[in-house]
């Protein structure tokens, strides 16, 4: 019989064997999936308390990507979807909240009106913006660009720095100077050579992002868990090793020896590992890979839950959070008003609120030694400057991804087919999957867990 091991139990590990169990179905084949925590997720993770439902990873998956609809459908969960409320983003700067002109896009604005209403950048900055209706590409940028220059480029660097860059910083977790056109909007190269202007091309598409603003993000009733439950609860012939962790990969002839901290080493065919790059390269322990594992990055951050025994009238009507941008008055990078976002995640209607703290804020790397307490008091200060909210809350929950959240920089690429070559060359039988390579959006991984899942089932 044949043996498939998948390490990492997040949703690319999990996708993965969903589609691999369903391709291979009528084969004899042993499946295990390996998880070194007690519970299924990976960096998605969903908390409950006092009524509150809290997301200490990712909130949401893109409702738009191709893989997600599909899925949901295969797991019988279209009748659990709730889907974002929308509103009003703000961003935080010099001590006042600052409206996103609703019509724009990652603080892009996608007509010359937008453009006009934004209170965040001036007058000489609106008309520096202007210059992309008339200024052309020809063959300056491609989608290897970064897309800090491409946006500097053609619509100046106020509204970058001002309006985009909080925006997209926040979102990609990088500095846009250092990350592609291709990881993170790629079409915008595409809208400005065909239509010779990026907003001309976001006007000429402003149905398509109206419509899909509505129903942008989707969640289950009770958080994210809910996906993770219901896959575990149809990979019926699936083996679970969760609390269980990969000490070591082993190539012995044709096959892999999977070796673990607390379980008997097994025999693998193929091994799928869906799991951080470092830990794959720790289980590889192979230093003819180390220095490509290395030139992928990472970065880190800080999340703050607070509920509080209030209505969500206290925030302002119809917003949904703001990023903070050069203040000196909060320590936060953002503060997503969950609540009002998310009816669903409180349960009696009461006030439930986000706060971000990242590895690219200057002040990171005092915030990421304090303790939960020093955090949740700092995150306390931030909602009272920032929102006025001096009530004491009643439920707060702090998380720390610590160098866990890949960083698509200028290299990333190029040390990807780097990697895929040296494995191919190395370790034909063991495919890398996941965030750290492939896009860290959830519907990349579950195309992603999909692809490996096709491919590998092709062999049998």
Same mark, same amino acid.
């Given at each position: 019989?044949?043996?498939?091991?998948?390490?990492?139990?997040?949703?690319?590990?999990?996708?993965?064997?969903?589609?691999?169990?369903? $391709?291979?179905?009528?084969?004899?084949?042993?499946?295990?999936?390996?998880?070194?925590? $007690?519970?299924?997720?990976?960096?998605?993770?969903?908390?409950?308390?006092?009524?509150?439902?809290?997301?200490?990873?990712?909130? *949401?998956?893109?409702?738009?990507? =191709?893989?997600?609809?599909?899925?949901?459908?295969?797991?019988?969960? =279209?009748?659990?979807?709730?889907?974002?409320?929308?509103?009003?983003?703000?961003?935080?700067?010099?001590?006042?909240?600052?409206?996103?002109?609703?019509? *724009?896009?990652?603080?892009?604005?996608?007509?010359?009106?937008?453009?006009?209403?934004?209170?965040?950048?001036?007058?000489?900055?609106? =008309?520096?913006?202007?210059?992309?209706?008339?200024?052309?590409?020809?063959?300056?940028? @491609?989608?290897?660009?970064?897309?800090?220059?491409?946006?500097?480029?053609?619509?100046?660097?106020?509204?970058?720095?001002?309006?985009?860059?909080?925006?997209?910083?926040?979102?990609?977790?990088?500095?846009?100077?250092?990350?592609?056109?291709?990881?993170?909007?790629?079409?915008?190269?595409?809208?400005?050579? $065909?239509?010779?202007?990026?907003?001309?091309?976001?006007?000429?598409?402003?149905?398509?992002?109206? !419509?899909?603003? !509505?129903?942008?993000?989707?969640?289950?009733?009770?958080?994210?868990?809910?996906?993770?439950?219901?896959?575990?609860?149809?990979?019926?012939?699936?083996?679970?090793?969760?609390? @269980?962790?990969?000490?070591?990969?082993?190539?012995?002839?044709?096959?892999?020896?999977?070796?673990?901290?607390?379980?008997?080493?097994?025999?693998?065919?193929?091994?799928?590992?869906?799991?951080?790059?470092?830990?794959?390269?720790?289980?590889?322990?192979?230093?003819?890979?180390?220095?490509?594992?290395?030139?992928?990055?990472?970065?880190?951050?800080?999340?703050?839950?607070?509920?509080?025994?209030?209505?969500?009238?206290?925030?302002?009507?119809?917003?949904?959070?703001?990023?903070?941008?050069?203040?000196?008055?909060?320590?936060?990078?953002?503060?997503?008003?969950?609540?009002?976002?998310?009816?669903?995640?409180?349960?009696?209607?009461?006030?439930?609120?986000?706060?971000?703290?990242?590895?690219?804020?200057?002040?990171?790397? @005092?915030?990421?030694?304090?303790?939960?307490?020093?955090?949740?008091?700092?995150?306390?200060?931030?909602?009272?400057?920032?929102?006025?909210?001096?009530?004491?809350?009643?439920?707060?929950?702090?998380?720390?991804?610590? =160098?866990?959240?890949?960083?698509?920089?200028?290299?990333?690429?190029? +040390?990807?087919?780097?990697?895929?070559?040296?494995?191919?060359?190395?370790?034909?039988?063991?495919?890398?999957?996941?965030?750290?390579?492939?896009?860290?959006?959830?519907?990349?991984?579950? +195309?992603?867990?999909?692809?490996?899942?096709?491919?590998?089932?092709?062999?049998?």
């Amino acid at each position: 019989m044949k043996t498939i091991v998948v390490v990492g139990g997040g949703i690319t590990g999990l996708s993965a064997m969903h589609y691999m169990t369903r $391709e291979l179905q009528n084969k004899e084949v042993r499946f295990v999936l390996v998880e070194k925590n $007690e519970t299924l997720g990976g960096k998605m993770a969903t908390h409950y308390e006092n009524d509150f439902v809290m997301e200490l990873g990712a909130d *949401s998956i893109v409702a738009r990507h =191709q893989s997600v609809a599909p899925l949901i459908e295969e797991l019988a969960l =279209q009748d659990r979807v709730v889907y974002n409320g929308t509103g009003i983003s703000y961003i935080y700067t010099q001590n006042e909240l600052h409206a996103i002109p609703l019509e *724009s896009m990652y603080g892009i604005p996608m007509n010359e009106t937008a453009l006009m209403e934004s209170t965040l950048v001036s007058e000489a900055g609106k =008309q520096a913006a202007l210059r992309d209706f008339t200024l052309p590409n020809d063959g300056r940028f @491609t989608k290897e660009s970064s897309i800090g220059e491409f946006l500097e480029y053609f619509l100046g660097k106020e509204i970058v720095q001002k309006q985009i860059a909080p925006v997209l910083s926040g979102i990609y977790s990088g500095d846009l100077y250092t990350l592609t056109l291709a990881s993170t909007i790629p079409y915008l190269i595409d809208y400005k050579n $065909e239509y010779g202007s990026i907003m001309k091309g976001y006007e000429a598409n402003k149905e398509k992002f109206i !419509h899909l603003s !509505h129903n942008k993000f989707l969640s289950f009733e009770n958080g994210l868990r809910e996906l993770f439950d219901r896959l575990e609860q149809t990979l019926t012939n699936v083996e679970f090793l969760k609390g @269980t962790a990969v000490t070591k990969l082993e190539q012995q002839g044709n096959r892999i020896i999977v070796h673990f901290n607390n379980h008997a080493p097994i025999e693998a065919d193929d091994v799928i590992l869906a799991t951080p790059h470092t830990v794959a390269k720790k289980a590889l322990g192979d230093a003819r890979l180390s220095e490509t594992f290395d030139a992928l990055q990472t970065s880190s951050i800080i999340t703050v839950y607070l509920g509080y025994d209030v209505d969500n009238d206290v925030l302002p009507a119809e917003g949904t959070g703001y990023i903070a941008r050069n203040s000196d008055a909060v320590s936060c990078d953002a503060c997503t008003w969950t609540s009002a976002k998310w009816p669903n995640t409180s349960k009696k209607g009461k006030l439930l609120l986000r706060l971000f703290y990242k590895k690219t804020n200057p002040k990171f790397s @005092t915030l990421i030694d304090l303790s939960e307490a020093a955090l949740a008091d700092i995150a306390k200060r931030d909602v009272a400057t920032s929102l006025g909210i001096e009530a004491i809350p009643t439920t707060v929950k702090v998380s720390k991804w610590t =160098q866990q959240m890949p960083v698509y920089n200028l290299a990333h690429k190029q +040390a990807v087919q780097q990697l895929e070559r040296q494995m191919t060359e190395h370790y034909p039988n063991v495919t890398l999957a996941g965030c750290s390579y492939y896009g860290v959006g959830i519907g990349l991984c579950i +195309a992603n867990g999909k692809a490996v899942a096709e491919k590998i089932a092709a062999k049998y």
